[in-house]
């Protein structure tokens, strides 16, 4: 089964810290790489995504690096607030019967504290 | 405000008793999922709809149904056949069902056994 493997599973940081969470995949239908940010009871909400004609995308204080050779990609979170506290979701598109969907990492929970 | 609605935010099941999630969404969108969320692994794809009338099922498919006669409207059948069906179900959707699209979500259906 395709899979996504995302790393580390829980990671806890200091306020003004960086955060940093990995994800490596298998193959690919498409080049489209989304991250997610979970709160709790709540639904994912698309954070930052990239198409890699690129090999990183900035958006504040979030940036995904990609690098296609290693099939690995990872989300970067400068000067982290407690706010960022959540759980990050990485995705890579496979192929699947005749489309696509996207495959989900296991999760990253965040917690950044004051 | 466009997004993804689902119904009821909380739900009880009894043993032998099917259960109906709803899912409605005014995105425009073709293609919809359902996944279920359970602590430590991530989203699990169960129905997935590229197009009104067409559905397919996703990875973990047994002891759900679902039908898509509206565009939408995507609902989810948990029946008595699902053994383990305490989790946190996930609706979303995306403009088309290649994987290359972001997708949105509702903010979730929380079934428990009574």
């Known amino acids: 089964q395709q899979q996504v493997k995302q790393s580390p599973q829980s990671l806890i940081v200091q306020k003004g810290g960086i955060s940093i969470i990995n994800c490596a995949y298998e193959n690919t239908a498409f080049d489209y790489f989304p991250w997610y940010q979970q709160f709790p009871g709540k639904g994912p909400a698309l954070l930052i995504a990239?198409?890699?004609?690129?090999s990183e995308k900035k958006e504040g204080r979030f940036t995904i690096s990609f690098n296609k050779s290693a099939k690995q990609f990872s989300l970067h979170i400068m000067d982290s607030q407690p706010g960022d506290s959540a759980t990050y979701f990485c995705a890579a598109p496979m192929i699947y019967n005749q489309g696509g969907k996207l495959i989900f990492g296991q999760g990253t929970e965040l917690s950044v504290k004051p | 405000d466009g997004g993804i609605t689902q119904s009821p935010k909380y739900l009880f099941r009894k043993e032998g008793q099917n259960v109906t999630l709803s899912c409605e969404q005014n995105l425009n969108h073709d293609a919809m999922y359902w996944y279920r969320q359970d602590p430590g692994q991530g989203l699990r794809l169960i129905y997935y709809?590229?197009?009104?009338?067409?559905?397919q099922k996703g990875d973990i498919a047994e002891g759900y149904s679902v039908s898509r006669e509206k565009k939408e409207s995507f609902p989810l059948t948990v029946t008595s056949a699902q053994k383990n069906p305490t989790a946190f179900y996930l609706c979303?959707?995306?403009?088309?069902?290649?994987?290359?699209?972001?997708?949105?979500f509702g903010d979730g259906t929380r079934l428990s056994i009574l």
């Open positions: 979303a959707s995306s403009l088309t069902g290649y994987g290359n699209q972001p997708q949105h």
């Open positions: 990239i198409r890699p004609d690129v």
């Open positions: 709809s590229q197009i009104v009338n067409d559905f």
